[in-house]
């Protein structure tokens, strides 16, 4: 199913990488036998357990569901008036604190007398020879038909608004945006140019963007672990309605002996605009990719990837950069960790584009989504990031104009005629980097082990919690958060607090 493109292109594909297990049984805590197949509620509830919080609560609610179950029975027996006023009142009492309590901290001194109270009640409404257990019956369905439809209602509900937090800019940064934008107009702020944009013997960086933070964090990021910071050129390409915020943020921010270029997408006139059909910028596209898996000790596990790769917008380098021969691309939503000099001495031989492979997800289990011919179905995934491009040899073999002749070909794929594009565009010309330059996942993976985390040069937050974001995982915030610089008054004047 796919999901709507704002700041990425969500695509949600499914696999399969095996339907099958076997394992020893597991024996549960009431010592009966765990299946473990896939779908087991027994083996779920077992490898899911959780220590128990605000027990009471939770048993204020349970007694409240039963005596709703049984008030009406009761209500109708005149016999039991007095029993009939003694649950009605527990259950408005019982409503009333529960209204007014979330948790076991907020519960009033007495509850449990209360909670004895409605125990009392309950086995005295149990007991009523004349009550008609089958009505009973009817209305604990009725109730709990009703909770799982609420519960329904409420899960989708905050399905909704989490991939509405996703893809919406958050308030803080449109404010700023827009006094960043304002401002450059009041102090018509003139352009810096330097010899440096176009001098191809430099070190230079490209990211596409039009978040002004998430670019700032990359470029600082980047030069505050460089060895020499005054030979990196950093190139933000974003598009006009981000223009010029991106603009008076770089040139009010210095980031030590580094130059940064802000350039507007659309101020090019590029043969492949128009055969395109362009927005104005493209970001790197993500993908959601979630498939059954089995490994030799246990049962069939749920696992979802995300996997990004280049969009349109990256088969316009060649053309935006003709005098440079070589580039480093960086999304967006990286930070740096290490030093990044030793990619331009990486000897490629003859190969485009270094990159990261993922071999986590496999082209074969991308097949239902790709179509089958074109690839080797054994191939790892390669990654955008962080990828080294040598221009020189793209151009010699015309990629650019490969890719849009694929895309063509794949037109009736959608969103997905890109990413076939892509991969057949670069089979055989991707070198493979050492898997310690990036670790991805750090927007969806809250498993990730420190050592790893240490131990990168680039952190990759793929996924959809950002970490700019309120959303955004918080143990991993902290490594993003160090590197945005907060000394600019709009900042505290919109409330930008990531």
């Given amino acids: 199913m796919q999901q709507p493109p704002p700041s990425k292109n969500n695509v949600r594909v499914s696999g399969k990488a095996g339907v099958t297990g076997n394992s020893k049984d597991k024996i549960n805590e009431s010592g009966r036998l765990c299946e473990l197949k896939y779908g087991s509620y027994c083996l779920w509830r077992e490898e899911n357990r959780e220590e128990m919080k605000d027990d009471i609560v939770k048993r204020l609610k349970d007694w409240l569901f039963v005596a709703r179950a049984y008030f009406p029975s009761i209500a109708k027996i005149p016999a039991q008036n ?129 978040n002004v933070l998430a670019s700032s964090v990359v470029i600082n990021s980047t030069v505050v672990h460089a060895s020499e910071s005054a030979k990196q050129v950093f190139h933000v390409l974003t598009n006009r309605q981000n223009f010029y915020a991106m603009k008076l943020w770089f040139l009010n921010n210095s980031y030590k002996d580094a130059a940064v270029e802000v350039l507007n997408i ?109 690839f080797d179905k054994n191939s790892c995934f390669w990654m955008s990031g962080l990828n080294v491009i040598d221009l020189v040899r793209w151009r010699e073999l015309a990629l650019t104009e490969t890719y849009w002749r694929l895309v063509r070909e794949q037109a009736n794929m959608g969103e997905g005629s890109a990413l076939k594009a892509s991969f057949l565009t670069f089979q055989d010309l991707i070198y493979a980097l050492d898997g310690v330059w990036v670790l991805s996942g750090l927007g969806h993976d809250y498993n990730l082990r420190t050592q790893d985390i240490k131990k990168a040069a680039v952190l990759h937050y793929n996924g959809n919690m950002k970490p700019w974001l309120e959303l955004g995982i918080p143990k991993y915030k902290a490594r993003w958060r160090k590197f945005l610089k907060r000394e600019h008054q709009f900042l505290s004047e919109c409330n930008v607090n990531p």
Wanted: proline share 3%; glycine share 2%.
């Fill in 82 to 210: 007095n029993l009939s006023r003694e649950l009605k009142q527990n259950i408005q009492e019982f409503e009333r604190i529960l209204s007014e309590s979330a948790t076991d901290a907020d519960l009033p001194s007495q509850i449990k007398k209360k909670l004895q109270s409605m125990e009392a009640a309950i086995a005295k409404a149990k007991v009523v020879p004349t009550v008609d257990c089958n009505n009973v019956d009817k209305k604990l369905r009725q109730i709990l038909d009703m909770t799982e439809d609420e519960a329904n209602f409420h899960m989708k509900q905050s399905a909704f608004l989490f991939q509405l937090a996703v893809h919406t800019i958050p308030k803080s940064l449109h404010c700023l945006n827009m006094r960043l934008t304002v401002e450059y107009f009041k102090n018509h702020s003139s352009n810096k140019e330097s010899e440096k944009y176009a001098d191809p013997t430099l070190q230079h960086f490209v990211i596409f963007s039009r």
């Fill in 266 to 374: 659309e101020d090019y006139n590029l043969d492949y605009h128009e055969e395109a059909n362009l927005s104005p910028l493209f970001l790197p596209m993500e993908f959601r990719v979630s498939f059954h898996s089995v490994d030799n000790a246990g049962p069939i596990n749920n696992r979802t990837q995300y996997i990004s790769t280049f969009s349109h917008s990256h088969y316009l380098l060649p053309e935006i950069f003709k005098n440079l021969e070589k580039v480093v691309i960086l999304d967006d939503d990286i930070v740096v960790q290490q030093d990044l000099s030793a990619l331009w001495s990486l000897d490629m031989g003859g190969k485009v584009n270094g990159a990261v492979q993922f071999c986590s997800v496999r082209l074969g289990q991308l097949q239902s989504f790709l179509g089958e011919s074109g």
